[in-house]
């Protein structure tokens, strides 16, 4: 079993920047690709970034492009969703989700995800 912690969540300011942690307990968390995901006040997850298991790529919504970065630091479990430029269309709760996967496809729909986080609270006002 995997057991994922998210944390950095808060409340900011259109345009400030945020970063969000997940810290997993396995003993093989360099064999899982992460992702995170936004929840909307209706309950859907929407795909954000995606990391493979040695770090190697990314993968990123277009809404995320070119303002938030994906990392892990495979020696502390931990991956980690850097959001700059931050806008009020990213409110929502951010979760981190486990996939044991080592290849290079990027997965991106919550169901191919097994492990989740409870998720960490994300308000950008306007």
């Known amino acids: 079993q995997v057991q994922l912690v998210e944390s950095g969540g808060g409340l900011v300011q259109a345009g400030e920047s945020l970063r969000l942690s997940c810290a997993a307990s396995?003993?093989?968390?360099?064999?899982?690709?992460m992702a995170w995901f936004r929840q909307t006040p209706e309950n859907e997850r929407i795909f954000v970034a995606y990391?493979?298991?040695?770090?190697?790529?990314?993968y990123y919504a277009d809404g995320a492009e070119g303002r938030f970065s994906i990392s892990r630091d495979n020696a502390e479990n931990t991956v980690s969703l850097q959001m700059d430029s931050l806008k009020p269309e990213d409110t929502g709760i951010y979760f981190c989700?486990?996939?044991?996967?080592?290849?290079?496809?990027?997965?991106?729909?919550?169901?191919?995800?097994?492990?989740w986080g409870q998720g960490t609270q994300v308000t950008v006002s306007s």
């Open positions: 396995t003993g093989t968390f360099d064999r899982y690709a």
């Open positions: 990391i493979t298991a040695d770090g190697g790529k990314t």
């Open positions: 989700a486990a996939r044991y996967y080592t290849g290079d496809y990027a997965y991106y729909r919550p169901r191919e995800f097994v492990w």
